[in-house]
């Protein structure tokens, strides 16, 4: 039991301090001593040793690639990659939906933290850069402290920090209905509406409509409501999505709210994959790739590690939105769709691993979660 606790405290320390971390130093430290209770757990009890076999052929992907990559700090987080998918399921395989809705919840405070120390602290800095043509900011590793980054287009990065808040304030209302400080949700959710403006972005808007429209027919399933209803509300929803756009073309001169042009890096990281299917650094030697960036979290993992890795990531996220779906508990359902289309919407607009792997750490924990929501929940009488 003690060495239970003592799990659960590193485990939390580790997300929340990935989650406030603009480097991978968490991952450095705590990797290694996860590592150490992750071995003595597959040594000393019973534990699915072939689920375990299978991850770490995967993960051993990113050591059979290294020399693809030209950078050392590419070669060092291939390395990291290897380890964390295997060490992020042990964490999370074995816990109740309470423990990991806990974990969850700590890496909402963290964001949270980041968002408010971005807003109200780092913006007002240089007002100019925040709202300007780069729309960035300047933060330090550790937020606090630490080693100085300079974020060109920073308000991407913020942008994940606030689709995650979301996320879960929307798995709060439904897991638990009778939340007695309602009012705190809908404040907190209020004021990241108004974060999620103030970045100028497509995405938290395109973000919020689609969970929205879950969320309706969460409740649409509970209540029972006639079908005509809920068409109503799509097309009400579809609607505030078209203003709100046209509202930041408006108030922000972003005259790009249906620019197409992300279409163009998906292209070349299907083309560089294709060229060189066993990992590879064209992103960086590739003249006419206007960006090194492919704005796409499974194009890049496809491009850096290997393509079957890339056809890995979006089979693993088939299957475990089949295993929300045989969910029986509505509740418990819901929230999974609300993580899987978190991960998924920001693994389709932007490339996590740099500098907001914490939701590449959510996406490797998804499996756990839900299957063992789905062993939990199926077995009690509803």
């Not at 309602?182 to 103030?198: G, K, V």
């Not at 001169?253 to 990281?269: A, E, P, T």
């Not at 704005?295 to 295993?323: C, D």
Request: hydrophobic share 55%.
């Amino acid at each position: 039991m003690l060495l239970h606790k003592i799990l659960f405290f590193l485990s939390s320390v580790f997300l929340i301090s990935s989650t406030i971390a603009f480097s991978w130093l968490p991952v450095v430290v705590m990797i290694p001593i996860l590592s150490i209770f992750m071995l003595l757990k597959i040594l000393t009890s019973k534990v699915y040793l072939i689920r375990y076999l299978i991850i770490f052929l995967l993960s051993a992907l990113s050591l059979y690639t290294l020399d693809q990559q030209i950078i050392h700090i590419e070669w060092v987080r291939n390395i990291l990659i290897s380890m964390l998918f295997p060490v992020v399921y042990f964490m999370f395989s074995g816990l109740k939906y309470e423990s990991s809705y806990k974990m969850l919840r700590y890496i909402h405070y963290s964001c949270l933290f980041v968002i408010f120390y971005v807003i109200l602290i780092n913006a007002p800095q240089n007002f100019d850069l925040f709202f300007g043509e780069r729309r960035g900011f300047i933060a330090k590793e550790f937020l606090i402290f630490g080693r100085e980054y300079p974020f060109s287009l920073g308000v991407t990065h913020l942008n994940i920090y606030i689709t995650y808040s979301m996320t879960f304030l929307l798995m709060t209302l439904v897991y638990n209905p009778c939340f007695q400080k309602r009012w705190l949700t809908y404040s907190l959710f209020f004021f990241l509406f108004l974060a999620a403006l103030i970045t100028q972005s497509r995405s938290p808007i395109l973000f919020l409509a689609v969970v929205f429209l879950i969320y309706r027919q969460y409740v649409f399933y509970q209540r029972k409501d006639r079908l005509p209803y809920f068409i109503l509300r799509i097309l009400i929803l579809a609607f505030v999505f078209l203003i709100g756009a046209l509202l930041a073309e408006i108030f922000f001169d972003q005259i790009n709210s249906f620019d197409n042009s992300r279409f163009l890096f998906y292209i070349k990281g299907l083309v560089h994959m294709m060229d060189e299917p066993w990992g590879n650094s064209l992103l960086l030697t590739d003249t006419t790739m206007p960006l090194l960036n492919y704005h796409n979290t499974f194009l890049s993992m496809g491009n850096r590690i290997a393509a079957i890795l890339f056809i890995f990531m979006i089979a693993y996220m088939i299957y475990v939105l089949y295993l929300a779906y045989k969910i029986k508990n509505p509740d418990i359902k819901y929230s999974a769709y609300f993580l899987l289309y978190f991960c998924f919407h920001n693994f389709m607009i932007e490339d996590v691993v740099k500098f907001d792997y914490f939701s590449l750490i959510l996406f490797f924990a998804l499996y756990p979660i839900i299957d063992n929501a789905r062993k939990e929940f199926n077995d009690q009488k509803l």
